[in-house]
């Protein structure tokens, strides 16, 4: 390239015109292969050129360090375009021509913005298929990371001092690289994390679940979010939310963890203060529930014994509104008990064929016939899912007035299926169709239809009425892909043919 210096005319041995060195793109895809792996598993920025300083391939590291691109280096730039200090490339030949193995120190510069830096330079020649070649090393001595950090990692290191999170980094290794000063907090200085193994700080109990979380992390690649206990400077335990990710650098050659860890000792002591609360409460509405209904058996057997004590018209109406008054009580509690629930367990997937068998036996319809044509059909609902099938058919009876017939049935919809439950009673008036869900609307207590919504609303699950006045109520339960599933049996065995979502 014209313009550099000229290599010292008593480089190497000359070669002859007629033998050329291959491109590596022109070498063997073996020989090529194992080049690239042994350079790239080097840190440090290395060269293969020619004897007349013209390069033939660098390793990434190099193309990092000098900030030039790997294919423009190859059969492009002389070895010489790197350095720039008076006597280096003397110095840098004559070592090698020595053939002594060690690093010397030299000046190296970016050929594309001029930057020069400090480095130690490693030269060895060899020959390799009759033709002469050297092999140079450069290793960074740190001055030039030192005054030119990148803007970027300023702003890094902002972001780690102004967050209330402690941000860190570690080798594949789970060698900490680098951690921020939030954790002073814990007693700890920075420079007494760096460099040591994550696990020292990490709860005995936790460490294996920890472990396997990175492994897996390491594997796929993946970010991941895992809870676990450290240990702080005094030895008390500390819980926190931890989250990382993996990013490869020296080009394929490593793996750098980056993470946040998020302290969540007081989240954890105010959700355990809750939950023992919330026991106390339970605890409360139970017994509660269990008195009142103590004494309403009281008072509906007295109310029972004085309506076989008279035979006044205007006493025993008295006593009817009386006992009335005192079941609604009755379905009010019971609601209460119910509501409680409502929630509390993990949703779960239930044959709705089985939990409308289970719910319609406990309804008095000597004149109702109840079908279902729903074969295989499963949904994941909250565990109080019965309760639906139980309101929705005995509402029906209860105000339906000339119900004979109760059918369930199921059609695809977008975005999932609906299930249909309808009647042929008098049905539900065009301006109530909405406000039958609301709590206390009703001819009864008021609290039935208000709970079927609540319970299906949990997992997601839709339902309105949309029957026409006159021929009957028709309830619609729309379920979405994802929560709901069809059995069906094939030689004798269930399996699952079709999974929404």
């Known amino acids: 390239m014209g313009g550099h210096p000229a290599l010292p005319s008593g480089y190497g041995k000359q070669v002859p015109q007629a033998v050329k060195l291959p491109r590596a793109a022109e070498k063997p895809a073996g020989r090529d292969l194992d080049w690239r792996a042994v ?21 990434d590291a190099a193309a990092r360090l000098f900030c030039v691109p790997r294919a423009e280096i190859q059969d492009t730039y002389m070895l010489s375009d790197f350095f720039c200090a008076p006597g280096s490339i003397e110095e840098l030949l ?4 020595g053939n002594r193995l060690h690093y ?32 140079t090393t450069v290793r960074d001595t740190g001055e030039r990371q030192q005054a030119g950090l990148p803007e970027s990692e300023g702003r890094y290191r902002r972001l780690a001092e102004s967050t209330e999170d402690v941000l860190y980094s570690a080798d594949q290794d789970g060698i900490i690289t680098f951690i921020g000063p939030q954790v002073r907090r814990y007693g700890f200085e920075p420079e007494e994390i760096v460099s040591r193994h994550f696990t020292d700080f990490i709860h005995e ?20 979010t895992i809870e676990f206990r450290i240990r702080d400077a005094a030895g008390n335990i500390i819980w926190v939310e931890e989250n990382h990710g993996m990013r490869v650098i020296d080009g394929g050659a490593g793996v750098e963890i980056t993470g946040v860890l998020r302290d969540n000792t007081e989240r954890r002591l105010n959700e355990k203060m809750l939950q023992q609360a919330n026991t106390k409460l339970d605890l409360l509405s139970s017994v509660t529930r269990h008195d009142i209904l103590n004494q309403l058996t009281i008072l509906l057997g007295n109310n029972a014994i004085a309506a076989e004590r008279t035979s006044d018209p205007a006493l025993l109406e008295y006593l009817r509104r009386q006992e009335q008054a005192a079941r609604n009580i009755l379905d009010q509690i019971e609601f209460t008990r119910v509501y409680q629930e409502l929630g509390v367990n993990d949703p779960k997937w239930q044959n709705i064929e ?10 008095k319809r000597d ?9 295989g059909l499963e949904i994941h609902a909250d565990p109080l899912l019965e309760k639906v099938f139980f309101n929705l058919v005995d509402n029906a009876v209860r105000h339906g007035e000339t119900v004979t017939k109760i059918r369930f049935g199921m059609r695809a919809a977008d975005g999932g299926i609906v299930i249909v439950c309808e009647d042929d009673g008098m049905g539900i008036p065009e301006l109530q169709k909405e406000s039958i869900f609301k709590r206390g609307v009703g001819r009864n207590t008021g609290l039935g239809l208000f709970l079927v919504r609540e319970i299906l609303t949990i997992t997601g699950i839709e339902i309105r009425e949309t029957g026409e006045y006159g021929r009957g109520a028709r309830f619609e339960i729309h379920v979405p892909q994802g929560r709901y599933r069809i059995r069906q049996k094939s030689l004798g065995d269930a399996h699952i043919s079709h999974v929404a979502g």
């Open 104 to 135: 010397i120190p030299g000046t190296a510069r970016c050929p594309k913005d001029g930057s020069e830096f400090p480095c130690e330079i490693c030269p060895r020649r060899f020959t390799s298929g009759g033709l002469e070649i050297m092999l």
């Open 367 to 375: 004149r109702v016939s109840c079908t279902a044509d729903l074969e």
């Open 39 to 59: 350079a790239n598993g080097i840190g440090d920025a290395v060269f293969l050129s020619r004897p007349d300083g013209r390069i033939i391939d660098v390793n």
């Open 94 to 97: 004559a070592t090698a021509e």
């Open 205 to 224: 109990a936790d460490r294996d679940r920890v472990r396997a979380e990175f492994r897996t992390s390491l594997l796929t690649g993946k970010t991941s």
């Open 354 to 363: 089985e939990t409308i068998a289970r719910a319609v036996p406990c309804l």
